[in-house]
């Protein structure tokens, strides 16, 4: 159980165009999911606790307007990079929280990594 | 806010030995979670144990156990037994009132013949 997975595992774009990462759910309902971002061996930083029905939460320093969230259902949050440049290539992952779990537990997906040429 | 240290990047054990990671935490909540992750190189984190601050009894799952120091904020990780799929990058993260994970910056763990 607590499966979390993550849609792509890999893509790689053009700068300056747009890319949709998905993270569901499996098997549990989570009303909160989370993003992170690891650069090359370093530690993952939290970006944005993503919502069911409102507005994520985003952390100081992370452009609300470059990383859109949107979190429609139970099961499913994504994740848009906007105009992305070389910069944002990195390894995105995502967690889930199980409504009827511990809050302080988090189920993480595979991670995409995103490549900006 | 709550701070996670990690002072060892990297650790090296050999195989059947016993290796003990270090983490250190800052924090001024009485009630909190602390937890250690696992991402091998497929980079998938994967929980190896919790430990809930109330508890004073450290928690063991079979060859991973802690060492919680409250009044020290110290939690360190000890495996027992190293085996070759214990390699990985470890990762020490703290949970508390507003139910977000903070992490360290990790041990690299190496497992020698």
């Known amino acids: 159980g607590a499966v979390v997975s993550q849609h792509p595992s890999w893509v790689i774009c053009k700068s300056g165009t747009s890319v949709k990462i998905e993270c569901r759910s499996l098997d549990f309902q989570a009303t909160t999911m989370f993003w992170y971002r690891q650069f090359p061996k370093q530690s993952l930083m939290l970006m944005a606790t993503s919502n069911e029905g409102s507005k994520a939460t985003y952390e100081q320093g992370v452009e609300k307007d470059k990383f859109l969230i949107n979190h429609a259902s139970l099961t499913l949050s994504t994740l848009t990079v906007t105009s992305a440049h070389p910069e944002d290539s990195s390894f995105y992952i995502c967690s889930a929280r199980d409504n009827w779990g511990s809050v302080n537990e988090q189920f993480f997906g595979p991670g995409t990594r995103l490549t900006v040429l | ?113």
Do not use: H
Not at chain 2, 81 to 87: E, K, N, P, R, V
């Open chain 2, 1 to 113: 806010a709550q701070t996670v240290t990690q002072s060892q990047p990297e650790m090296s054990v050999q195989e059947a030995e016993t290796v003990t990671l270090s983490c250190t935490y800052d924090t001024s909540e009485s009630d909190y979670y602390l937890f250690w992750y696992k991402q091998p190189p497929s980079r998938q984190m994967i929980l190896v144990i919790r430990q809930e601050a109330y508890k004073q009894q450290n928690a063991t799952e079979n060859r991973f156990s802690v060492n919680f120091q409250k009044a020290a904020k110290s939690f360190s990780l000890k495996i027992s037994d190293s085996q070759l799929g214990d390699a990985a990058m470890y990762f020490c993260a703290y949970s508390g009132t507003a139910s977000k994970l903070t992490f360290g910056t990790g041990t690299r763990l190496q497992v020698t013949l």
